[in-house]
């Protein structure tokens, strides 16, 4: 076996080599050149990115809540003092009342009468005498004199006080007098007057003289 050298024809290496006795042509000999491409140029690598470092954990730390604002009260005015006053009741509208004269102390005497007269209907006449027997108040049925009844009140009283003190039968109540046709009651009203009343026949005098002394004690109490 042959072996050609190595021949360089400027175009690559290559080799020849005999197998099987045959002989080959030159240009079976000669391989097509291979071309090797030159390596293209690699950009320069970039330099890897650096992992960061790990980082220690760090314990949580607690969040600082906010803190209320203390509560302040708003700031009041001062009130004036207020003093603590009483219900007060409604005050009913009053009534309109009538102007009345005063009454004089003889239309009371008169009234007293009447007032008298009116709660006893046994009596039929009433008057009022002083002392000196002048009339104060009557009411007499017509026909009797004011002056003729005064006087003779006033002489029946004075005679029967006389009476009752000299036979010693102490101070005068009252004089009694019973006729035909009715009584005369004679009373002391006060210490200056006489009360004359004049009942008929049938007259109950136990209320006649109760009624005659009650209107005594008023007589009494408008005199004085």
Not at 71 to 93: E, G, L, M, R, T
Not at 137 to 158: C, H, N, T, Y
Not at 193 to 206: C, F, I, P
Request: a negative charge.
């Amino acid at each position: 076996m042959e072996v050609a050298g190595m021949v360089d024809n400027g175009i690559g290496d290559y080799f020849i080599s005999d197998t099987g006795g045959s002989s080959f042509d030159d240009d079976e000999l000669i391989a097509p050149p291979v071309v090797v491409p030159s390596p293209a140029p690699q950009p320069a690598a970039a330099p890897a990115p650096q992992a960061p470092a790990p980082q220690q954990p760090v314990a949580p730390q607690p969040v600082a809540q906010p803190q209320p604002a203390p509560y302040a009260p708003a700031p009041v005015a001062p009130q004036p003092a207020q003093v603590a006053s009483q219900p007060v009741a409604p005050i009913a509208p009053q009534q309109p009342v009538a102007t009345v004269a005063p009454v004089s102390r003889e239309q009371q005497l008169a009234a007293a009468l009447d007032e008298f007269m009116a709660g006893s209907l046994d009596v039929q006449a009433s008057a009022l005498v002083s002392l000196d027997g002048f009339t104060m108040a009557s009411a007499l049925p017509p026909g009797m004199q004011e002056d003729r009844v005064g006087a003779m009140s006033a002489a029946i009283l004075g005679l029967g006080e006389r009476a009752a003190a000299e036979l010693g039968r102490g101070r005068l109540s009252q004089v009694f007098i019973e006729g035909d046709d009715g009584y005369v009651l004679l009373m002391a009203a006060g210490g200056r007057a006489v009360l004359t009343a004049l009942a008929a026949e049938n007259a109950k005098l136990g209320l006649v003289l109760y009624d005659m002394r009650a209107a005594a004690d008023a007589i009494g109490r408008i005199l004085g």
